[in-house]
């Protein structure tokens, strides 16, 4: 029984700290968010030098080979500083081919995407759809030996510098499109989240080979969802974890009424409870991190757990920061807006607190335990 | 990271459930106090003759030298086959501790072996009417008069008193001292003249707690534990101790509490023919529920963890007793919601639902929140020892 990180995970967060914290200061995050595509060349270069994009892919394909724990480590870090970047929706690909890609397809798309030399992005959700995971309805139609696409995906994440997409369809199937493919058409949407953004893409008649289509089928993703919630309910984690120390320190030194404003209990006990949703949250991403590894069959339940918890903490952490800061928490000059937008998207992607709750719900009803250990 | 057990923790724990499968009393009788501590007096005796009362005591003072893990996984086992409590929890959890860690070789050998036997019970004289969340604010007198101490003053919310042999009291001894510098911890016989100790009743009809009034009580000197002066010091390992050591059964009581009320929605009719556990609203909630449970066992992992590394419990046990009160609430209101228009029907109505358990339950963690540190005064200890917020006004 040891629940914390050994010297290997705390140096990778160190890391991740310092090199976040150096890059990614307020004003070149605020650049990034006003500009044209919210890309970040330069940023993803000195990423993909430390060997982020593949840390938890396999060495065999250009990856680190290191463990979910490691990944929520790192993504922890990567809310921490809202650095904007599209390492989590690589990551996502990455972790779909290592899964369900053929040896091919890893050669071709998950060597270099490990490498950060090519990037991917997931268009899973349907148009009009309720947008709910699942809601993947696009139809592959059969073309010879391969398929054809025909319709529009939303919410994708990142597809501004992505080099391919890997694109849902209804049957359960996954498969690899060129961004530069004739009938791909990438529209920017507006989103509160100016540090991940979101488009639509469509895909007009688009003609795919037999290479495009991954040879992996439903059952082979779960695995890989769920690790992708509890990396995005790390990165959320990180953001409480930032915008509570946000708010203690300015309650600290902020005077009313002669005193510091942390010397009243309505303050403090608003601090005390941003603490316990942001332990909490932890508690319950590493939880499921563990278990992704050590205890596969119980990662289903701790990633809704970790998805739905730190959904909840990841906006209302932030939310309870801008109330202990008044007045300048509410301007655009202040950073902390930032953080309750990416904690409120981050809330929204993968399924929102409702839909995993629901999860836990049919795991109680069906009699499932939650993990053993003590 | 490895939330496993070890393969000795492993044979332990399967000693430790093998062991209550066979010797588990299973409920306790439904009848007065004194049938019931009656009872677990005689589960005392049966833990005790088969090593299992103070097992986290060093084995020379008649204990287990359990390891911490060992600790939780004894509490889990007996909270999740809801083995009934001993007789003497606070002598066990409370009492023994101090004795070892502060009392004299006289007084371990004196007192620690009517612990494990239950054959004398303790209570813990602290709080007082005007002394609740600021107990260093305490009244109650001890004067020296030649070799023993005169006491006289009140205590409140003392649990067992009416049991009790022992009383672990704090009272103050210099007057002139600051608050927290004038105080003394005595062992107090409640078998004496100037001691009287009447039940209070609780809002769930039972009378646990007492008023115990202290009029010149006299207490030997070699009753002084850790010092005279060093009082509030001794009493904060007390209550460390109480603290630290329940995490782990109440985390399995809360597990045994969300089976219960998930059966219960599975059970309750709502309009429409469906049960109260296909719909949507009960379903958010129990999952939330059982969410906030599952982090509250991890934060208890990453508590053991640290006090594994460093020692000693740190403040942030304050997190996981506020959680469990939140929880066990919360586990209790929902029961009553989901029962409905049933839900003020108690123990003994002929159409009250699961025997009216949960109206029992509803009342009784009322008290969560308020016993063993409040809420209130758990989030000032968060702010200020946690995060490092000023001292609250």
Same mark, same amino acid.
């Given at each position: 029984? &040891?629940?914390?990180?050994?010297?290997?995970?705390?140096?990778?967060?160190?890391?991740?700290?310092?090199?976040?914290?150096?890059?990614?200061?307020?004003?070149?995050?605020?650049?990034?968010?006003?500009?044209?595509? %919210?890309?970040?060349?330069?940023?993803?270069?000195?990423?993909?030098?430390?060997?982020?994009?593949?840390?938890?892919? $396999?060495? *065999?394909?250009?990856?680190q080979g290191l463990e979910t724990v490691e990944l929520a480590v790192l993504f922890e870090e990567m809310g921490y500083s809202l650095a904007p970047s599209p390492l989590f929706s690589n990551t996502a690909v990455g972790l779909a081919l290592a899964a369900g890609g053929s040896d091919a397809?890893?050669?071709?798309?998950?060597?270099?995407?490990?490498?950060?030399?090519?990037?991917?992005?997931?268009?899973?959700?349907?148009?009009?759809?309720?947008?709910? $995971?699942?809601?993947?309805?696009?139809?592959?139609?059969?073309?010879?030996?391969g398929v054809v696409l025909d319709g529009e995906k939303v919410l994708v994440p990142d597809a501004a510098g992505a080099d391919f997409f890997l694109v849902a369809t209804g049957d359960g199937r996954r498969h690899l499109v060129d961004a530069a493919a004739a009938g791909v058409t990438v529209t920017p949407e507006a989103s509160i989240d100016q540090t991940r953004r979101l488009s639509s893409v469509r895909f007009e008649n688009v003609q795919l080979g037999p290479e495009a289509t991954l040879p992996g089928h439903g059952a082979d993703w779960e695995p890989v969802f769920d690790v992708c919630c509890v990396a995005l309910a790390a990165e959320s984690t990180g953001v409480a974890?930032?915008?509570?120390?946000?708010?203690?320190? &300015?309650?600290?030194?902020?005077? *009313?009424?002669?005193?510091?404003?942390?010397? &009243?209990?309505?303050?403090?006990?608003?601090?005390?409870?941003?603490?316990?949703?942001?332990?909490?949250?932890?508690?319950?991403?590493y939880g499921a991190a563990w278990a992704a590894g050590a205890e596969p069959q119980s990662l289903p339940r701790a990633a809704a757990s970790a998805k739905a918890y730190a959904s909840d903490a990841g906006w209302r952490v932030p939310d309870a920061s801008i109330q202990v800061h008044g007045g300048i928490g509410f301007t655009w000059e202040h950073d902390l807006h930032f953080f309750l937008k990416r904690g409120r998207a981050n809330a929204a992607l993968y399924g929102d607190s409702r839909w995993h709750r629901e999860r836990v719900a049919k795991a109680i009803f069906a009699g499932v335990a939650p993990p053993a250990a003590v | 990271m490895d939330l496993t057990l070890s393969p000795s923790e492993e044979e332990f724990r399967d000693e430790v459930r093998g062991w209550l499968l066979d010797n588990n009393p299973g409920a306790e009788p439904e009848g007065s106090l004194d049938e019931v501590m009656a009872f677990r007096s005689e589960w005392q005796r049966k833990l005790h003759g088969a090593g299992w009362a103070g097992i986290s005591w060093p084995k020379e003072y008649g204990g287990r030298g359990a390891t911490m893990i060992e600790q939780a996984i004894f509490v889990s086992e007996a909270a999740a086959q809801e083995a009934p409590s001993p007789a003497n929890v606070l002598g066990l959890a409370m009492g023994?501790?101090?004795?070892?860690?502060?009392?004299?070789?006289?007084?371990?050998?004196? &007192?620690?072996?009517?612990?494990?036997?239950?054959?004398?019970?303790?209570? *813990? %004289?602290?709080?007082?009417?005007?002394?609740?969340?600021?107990?260093?604010?305490?009244?109650?007198?001890?004067?020296?008069?030649?070799?023993?101490?005169?006491?006289?003053?009140?205590?409140?919310?003392?649990?067992?008193a009416q049991y009790a042999k022992w009383c672990m009291l704090v009272a103050r001894t210099d007057p002139d001292a600051p608050k927290h510098q004038g105080l003394t911890y005595f062992l107090m016989d409640m078998e004496q003249d100037g001691v009287e100790a009447k039940p209070l009743v609780q809002i769930t009809g039972e009378g646990e707690f007492n008023e115990v009034f202290i009029n010149e009580a006299r207490i030997p000197d070699e009753n002084v534990v850790g010092g005279v002066g060093n009082g509030w010091g001794v009493a904060i390992t007390t209550l460390m101790n109480e603290r630290a050591g329940l995490a782990f059964g109440a985390i399995a009581q809360i597990q045994n509490s969300l089976g219960r009320l998930a059966r219960l929605? *599975?059970?309750?009719?709502?309009?429409?023919?469906?049960?109260?556990?296909?719909?949507?609203?009960?379903?958010?909630?129990?999952?939330?529920?059982?969410?906030?449970?599952?982090?509250?066992r991890l934060n208890a992992y990453r508590g053991l963890t640290k006090t594994m590394q460093s020692g000693t419990p740190g403040p942030e046990g304050s997190l996981g007793k506020w959680q469990w009160a939140d929880i066990n609430q919360g586990l209790t209101e929902l029961a009553l919601e989901i029962e409905g228009a049933y839900a003020p029907l108690a123990r003994g109505a002929d159409h009250a639902v699961a025997n009216g358990a949960w109206q029992y339950g509803f009342l009784r963690s009322r008290a969560n929140s308020i016993e063993g540190g409040t809420t209130d005064i758990l989030k000032n200890i968060i702010a200020e020892r946690v995060l490092g917020l000023p001292r609250m006004r």
């Amino acid at each position: 029984m &040891y629940f914390d990180l050994n010297d290997e995970q705390r140096a990778i967060r160190d890391t991740a700290r310092e090199f976040l914290a150096a890059r990614f200061k307020s004003e070149r995050i605020r650049e990034i968010a006003a500009s044209e595509d %919210g890309t970040d060349e330069a940023g993803w270069r000195e990423m993909s030098e430390l060997g982020w994009p593949g840390l938890a892919l $396999p060495e *065999q394909w250009g990856g680190q080979g290191l463990e979910t724990v490691e990944l929520a480590v790192l993504f922890e870090e990567m809310g921490y500083s809202l650095a904007p970047s599209p390492l989590f929706s690589n990551t996502a690909v990455g972790l779909a081919l290592a899964a369900g890609g053929s040896d091919a397809q890893k050669e071709s798309h998950l060597r270099p995407l490990a490498e950060g030399t090519r990037r991917g992005t997931t268009a899973f959700v349907e148009a009009s759809s309720t947008g709910t $995971p699942g809601a993947y309805g696009m139809e592959a139609k059969t073309d010879g030996d391969g398929v054809v696409l025909d319709g529009e995906k939303v919410l994708v994440p990142d597809a501004a510098g992505a080099d391919f997409f890997l694109v849902a369809t209804g049957d359960g199937r996954r498969h690899l499109v060129d961004a530069a493919a004739a009938g791909v058409t990438v529209t920017p949407e507006a989103s509160i989240d100016q540090t991940r953004r979101l488009s639509s893409v469509r895909f007009e008649n688009v003609q795919l080979g037999p290479e495009a289509t991954l040879p992996g089928h439903g059952a082979d993703w779960e695995p890989v969802f769920d690790v992708c919630c509890v990396a995005l309910a790390a990165e959320s984690t990180g953001v409480a974890q930032r915008t509570l120390e946000m708010a203690v320190e &300015y309650a600290k030194d902020r005077q *009313q009424f002669g005193r510091p404003i942390g010397s &009243y209990q309505a303050v403090s006990h608003r601090c005390a409870q941003m603490l316990l949703e942001t332990e909490n949250s932890r508690s319950a991403v590493y939880g499921a991190a563990w278990a992704a590894g050590a205890e596969p069959q119980s990662l289903p339940r701790a990633a809704a757990s970790a998805k739905a918890y730190a959904s909840d903490a990841g906006w209302r952490v932030p939310d309870a920061s801008i109330q202990v800061h008044g007045g300048i928490g509410f301007t655009w000059e202040h950073d902390l807006h930032f953080f309750l937008k990416r904690g409120r998207a981050n809330a929204a992607l993968y399924g929102d607190s409702r839909w995993h709750r629901e999860r836990v719900a049919k795991a109680i009803f069906a009699g499932v335990a939650p993990p053993a250990a003590v | 990271m490895d939330l496993t057990l070890s393969p000795s923790e492993e044979e332990f724990r399967d000693e430790v459930r093998g062991w209550l499968l066979d010797n588990n009393p299973g409920a306790e009788p439904e009848g007065s106090l004194d049938e019931v501590m009656a009872f677990r007096s005689e589960w005392q005796r049966k833990l005790h003759g088969a090593g299992w009362a103070g097992i986290s005591w060093p084995k020379e003072y008649g204990g287990r030298g359990a390891t911490m893990i060992e600790q939780a996984i004894f509490v889990s086992e007996a909270a999740a086959q809801e083995a009934p409590s001993p007789a003497n929890v606070l002598g066990l959890a409370m009492g023994g501790p101090v004795v070892i860690a502060h009392g004299t070789e006289e007084q371990k050998e004196r &007192y620690l072996e009517p612990i494990l036997t239950a054959e004398e019970i303790w209570c *813990q %004289g602290f709080s007082e009417p005007e002394s609740g969340s600021d107990l260093a604010s305490l009244k109650t007198r001890a004067v020296k008069d030649g070799d023993e101490w005169v006491v006289t003053g009140q205590k409140v919310w003392t649990t067992f008193a009416q049991y009790a042999k022992w009383c672990m009291l704090v009272a103050r001894t210099d007057p002139d001292a600051p608050k927290h510098q004038g105080l003394t911890y005595f062992l107090m016989d409640m078998e004496q003249d100037g001691v009287e100790a009447k039940p209070l009743v609780q809002i769930t009809g039972e009378g646990e707690f007492n008023e115990v009034f202290i009029n010149e009580a006299r207490i030997p000197d070699e009753n002084v534990v850790g010092g005279v002066g060093n009082g509030w010091g001794v009493a904060i390992t007390t209550l460390m101790n109480e603290r630290a050591g329940l995490a782990f059964g109440a985390i399995a009581q809360i597990q045994n509490s969300l089976g219960r009320l998930a059966r219960l929605a *599975q059970e309750v009719r709502e309009e429409g023919g469906g049960s109260a556990a296909d719909d949507a609203y009960f379903r958010q909630k129990i999952a939330q529920l059982s969410i906030e449970a599952e982090t509250m066992r991890l934060n208890a992992y990453r508590g053991l963890t640290k006090t594994m590394q460093s020692g000693t419990p740190g403040p942030e046990g304050s997190l996981g007793k506020w959680q469990w009160a939140d929880i066990n609430q919360g586990l209790t209101e929902l029961a009553l919601e989901i029962e409905g228009a049933y839900a003020p029907l108690a123990r003994g109505a002929d159409h009250a639902v699961a025997n009216g358990a949960w109206q029992y339950g509803f009342l009784r963690s009322r008290a969560n929140s308020i016993e063993g540190g409040t809420t209130d005064i758990l989030k000032n200890i968060i702010a200020e020892r946690v995060l490092g917020l000023p001292r609250m006004r």
